[in-house]
């Protein structure tokens, strides 16, 4: 009577095993359907925001993770933003687009509540641009202080996307993620 009961567990404990390693693996290692069908997750790795019909799409101007000209010295960090413009349409076209940045401070791993992230930066404006035409635009960050995790969000239309998440480090660098 018990070795078939123990029987039963074995098949029930291994019958769970596989199926939580099939549910589970996947989306841990964050594997991807190489046959061109769609993943799991999904990763933007040029963030982009259309309104309009005009696109912006935003990248830093220097290397990412290069030590900045006054490393060691905290009111010299800033990035230079490179914001470029491209009106997909065949026809003239005005896009209203606001740039937002926040900072946050690393919250302890153990905390409950996340913290609210504070505007430190804020700018909008309008781009008007002819049938297939760009315009690039350069944006200077306020300076950033260590030990805090900036985002810069760019809204337009009805969309709002966070573009690029930076976190200065003690070397003087800034690791950017897009």
Same mark, same amino acid.
């Given at each position: 009577?018990?070795?078939?009961? /123990?029987?039963?567990?074995?098949?029930? @404990?291994? +019958?769970? =095993?596989?199926?939580?390693?099939?549910?589970?693996? #996947?989306?841990?290692?964050?594997?991807?359907?190489?046959?061109?069908?769609?993943?799991?997750?999904?990763?933007?790795?040029?963030?982009?925001?259309?309104?309009?019909?005009?696109?912006?799409?935003?990248?830093?101007?220097?290397?990412?993770?290069?030590?900045?000209?006054?490393?060691?010295?905290?009111?010299?960090?800033?990035?230079?933003?490179?914001?470029?413009? /491209?009106?997909?349409?065949?026809?003239? @076209?005005? +896009?209203? =687009?606001?740039?937002?940045?926040?900072?946050?401070? #690393?919250?302890?791993?153990?905390?409950?509540?996340?913290?609210?992230?504070?505007?430190?930066?804020?700018?909008?404006?309008t781009v008007a641009l002819d049938a297939g035409q760009s315009k690039t635009f350069t944006f200077t960050s306020p300076p950033l202080a260590e030990k805090r995790i900036f985002t810069l969000i760019l809204a337009g239309g009805d969309q709002s996307i966070?573009?690029?998440? /930076?976190?200065?480090?003690?070397?003087? @660098?800034?690791?950017?993620?897009?």
């Open positions: 009577m018990w070795r078939s009961r /123990l029987i039963t567990l074995i098949v029930w @404990a291994a +019958g769970t =095993f596989a199926l939580a390693l099939a549910c589970g693996i #996947p989306a841990v290692s964050n594997a991807v359907n190489e046959s061109g069908a769609a993943g799991w997750t999904t990763t933007v790795l040029n963030p982009r925001i259309c309104a309009n019909g005009i696109e912006l799409t935003v990248t830093t101007a220097d290397p990412a993770t290069q030590p900045s000209q006054g490393a060691g010295h905290e009111s010299n960090q800033v990035v230079k933003f490179v914001v470029r413009a /491209l009106n997909l349409t065949d026809r003239s @076209a005005t +896009g209203h =687009f606001t740039f937002q940045m926040t900072s946050v401070a #690393p919250t302890s791993p153990i905390a409950r509540v996340m913290p609210v992230p504070t505007e430190i930066w804020k700018d909008s404006g966070p573009m690029l998440t /930076l976190s200065p480090q003690k070397n003087g @660098a800034i690791a950017v993620s897009q």
